[in-house]
């Protein structure tokens, strides 16, 4: 494991030589500083634009890869080995991505994120069977844009602003969910979909490569050692050295407890719909804007207002008790409108932890470290996402649907005993 050290002055300086080393290192970090706060806003509005370019090129092949799966003859269990597979490969590809950002910079990380998305939805458009379907998920391995744009947003913003600005970052990647691709995807064909993903993708590699910095790191991580060898892009021993770090653990252990239960939620809520609420594919699609809606407010709004005024370990105690209650209440509703009504209170607690625990995280470590350790944040969502659909269908169909309200119910009150007794 490499060690950054900065030499303060040499045993050969008198006192006069060392003042003026001093004042010339000073001058240069604030010229250092002063570069990157030009850079900010044009990086962060950079950023921005791509995450609204993936999350319509995501969302559009999201929309279209059920119907391309049944016109390849993919039945139900077809399909979820498709999605298992995207899901697992996502999720070994996490912690590595993060590391390779931590590296080689902002700018590489990015432009590997939109390139695998552009392979990715690229043999989408050749897929004629089977095989290349499964084979266009292999690419999602560094399929990790947001992660990317989370990495950078933090480098270069305060460290007390973190949970505003990834909460911002959260609202561009919402907005275009909701407000755009719905329209866009059922208004063109699937082969033509994916082909706009990918050209979609491509654009973005050039923006990266024109308009974010190389390194958006106050201090720099060479990926070479000392000896000059070369820094191993997965490192066990890293991985392990992040879990000791103070209340990182703690934090991800947090998320996945608190996750789970929503996880479930998310993969069983099309059979939920119509099978509970009997609601017509319109009606679903206006519930989903409804929460795309919720989370972006939060996101947009309630991050930043919290943040101001609450420490972060107060804002997760504060959300596992909204979540507590949220989910008491799912366990006996009946109704669409009382679905809504509890999907406020779920909505504002979701979003509050899951944004805030991620900026907790970048604060455990240094800012060398910051996306190795987001890349842990994302593998945590992966991992999720991986046996949601298997425990979701088994708990539908052996407790039903209030079995997913009382889970969440269980989880949340033990986070929330667990964090109220923290110091």
């Known amino acids: 494991m490499m060690s950054l050290r900065l030499s303060a002055s040499s045993s050969g300086k008198t006192l006069s030589d060392t003042d003026v080393t001093d004042d010339g290192d000073k001058k240069s970090k604030a010229e250092d500083l002063n570069i990157i706060g030009k850079q900010r806003n044009r990086t962060v509005f950079i950023v921005h634009l791509n995450i609204c370019i993936y999350a319509a090129s995501f969302f559009i092949q999201v929309g279209t890869l059920p119907y391309l799966s049944k016109r390849l003859g993919f ?26 950002g931590d590296l080689y910079g902002g700018r590489a990380a990015l432009t590997l994120a939109f390139g695998s998305a552009a392979i990715s939805y690229g043999l989408m458009v050749i897929s004629f069977n089977g095989p290349l379907l499964f084979l266009s998920r292999i690419p999602s391995l560094f399929m990790h844009a947001m992660q990317a744009g989370q990495m950078v947003v933090t480098d270069v913003s305060e460290s007390s602003k973190r949970a505003d600005v990834l909460g911002k970052l959260g609202l561009s990647y919402g907005i275009v969910n ?88 998310q993969s069983m809520f099309s059979v939920v719909a119509i099978d509970t609420f009997k609601l017509r594919p319109d009606q679903n699609g ?61 909505c504002v607690g979701l979003t509050l932890m899951s944004v805030v625990i991620s900026s907790a995280l970048t604060h455990t470590v240094s800012d060398t ?29 052996t407790y039903g649907f209030p079995s997913i309200g009382y889970l969440g119910f269980i989880n949340s009150v033990l986070v929330t005993i667990y964090v109220l007794l923290q110091q």
């Open 178 to 265: 909701n407000l755009v691709v719905e329209l866009f995807y059922i208004s063109i064909i699937v082969v033509a979909a994916a082909a706009v993903a990918c050209i979609a993708s491509i654009v973005s590699v050039i923006l990266c490569y024109l308009y974010i910095p190389s390194k958006t790191k106050r201090t720099d991580l060479k990926p070479e050692d000392a000896a000059g060898k070369q820094v191993a892009v997965f490192n066990l021993s890293k991985v392990l050295f992040l879990l000791k770090q103070p209340k990182s653990l703690m934090l991800l252990s947090i998320k996945t407890v608190s996750g789970v239960p929503i996880g479930i939620f």
């Open 369 to 397: 470290d910051t996306g190795a350790m987001l890349g842990m944040n994302m593998a945590v969502n992966s991992l999720i996402r991986t046996v949601s659909p298997t425990v979701g269908g088994i708990m539908l169909s």
């Open 286 to 346: 206006y519930i989903l804007s409804y929460v795309g809606t919720l989370s972006m407010l939060t996101q947009g709004l309630g991050i930043g207002f919290l943040s101001k005024r609450l420490s972060e370990m107060n804002i997760i105690k504060l959300a596992s008790i909204i979540l507590a209650l949220s989910y008491l209440l799912l366990a006996y509703i009946e109704t669409v409108l009382q679905l809504c009504v509890v999907l406020v209170p779920l």
């Open 75 to 100: 039945d139900p269990v077809l399909f979820g080995y498709l999605q298992t597979t995207f899901a697992v490969v996502q999720l070994a590809g996490g912690p590595i991505f993060g590391r390779f």
